[in-house]
């Protein structure tokens, strides 16, 4: 039985040590201290100095009971980074049975609680001997940052034959089994600058150009499966200089590939056009962020997901969320991975909660994965 008090006191520890993205060295060694105490082999990957974070990546193994060795590897997966603001976080379990700082800061539940929960269920593997095959723990930094500590990691260190990413917000039970691909888009527009007063019809005004550019993009909700948003527009000065240069920061993102390169065309297309109709240079230029996944609900990873949640007296709810994650990169990478809820509520603003009793929850599903595995 997950021990309650010990799982709060260790979720409460964990948020109190300031990890905001990009500044992950201390909490990076609580978490490698942790999860060697508990008798598994850590070891740290070199992406502090490919990315610029204050850590690397953690992977912690646990090797399968004996007899249990031809058990499926499993992988679970969290990040250790937060956004901000993330440091001094104050918490306090409330009458109400949430979880929450003082509203100054984040709580950092994301993903704090997934890390928590693992760290629990390892605690319950020990203590009650509970049998399991080969666990594979990675623990990422930079996810805040763009998923860029998951992205640095070499696909050889990934040991998992299923993949369980404890980051999704909603109801504990609900399981991400798709997610889209993003693109990331970059715009420049050159126009030419005049005089605004004396000779404004020899300027080409940039910022003209791509407000009539954006205009014609398809942006927002494009179908079920698509996106789109500007998300900033930069340029201009004085007044009395006709604007020669604006850049313009964009996303795509969509489950079918076909779908999202018939979108970045679009987009591509209403600036182009723009830019001729009124003699300016435009250039666009896109790259794929993270890739999509998707999985059918009688694939492996998601019946043993399926199996777990009701096994723990939980609804299991299948879904399709239009967010990105550490899932998508693993499954780029090739473990095929679901996101799982974990309960927690107004991330990325300071009132952000979890009920303590959905810690709970997360580590009995931890659990119950493990001891499902054993059945494929």
Known sequence: MVQRERLIAEFM??????????FEQEISKVLFKKFSELGLEVTEDDAAQRTGHGAGNLFAWLPATPGRENAPTLLFTSHMDTVVPGKGIKPRLDEDGYIRSDGTTILGSDDKAGIAAMLEALRLIDEQGIEHGPVQFVITVGEESGLIGALAIDASKLRGQYGFALDSSGVIGDIAIAAPTQAKIKMTVRGRSAHAGVNPEDGISAIEVASRAVARMPLGRIDKETTANIGRIEGGGPTNVVCDLVTLDAEARSISQEKLDRQLAAMKEALESAASELGAEAEFHSRIAYPSFGFQEDDEVVQIAKAAIASVGLTPRPFVTGGGSDA???????????NLAVGYKDIHTTKERIKADDLVKVAELVLAIVRESLNK
């Open 13 to 22: 520890e964990l948020v109190q040590v300031d990890s905001e993205t990009r």
């Open 328 to 338: 998508n990169v693993f499954n780029g990478k090739g473990v095929p991975t679901v």
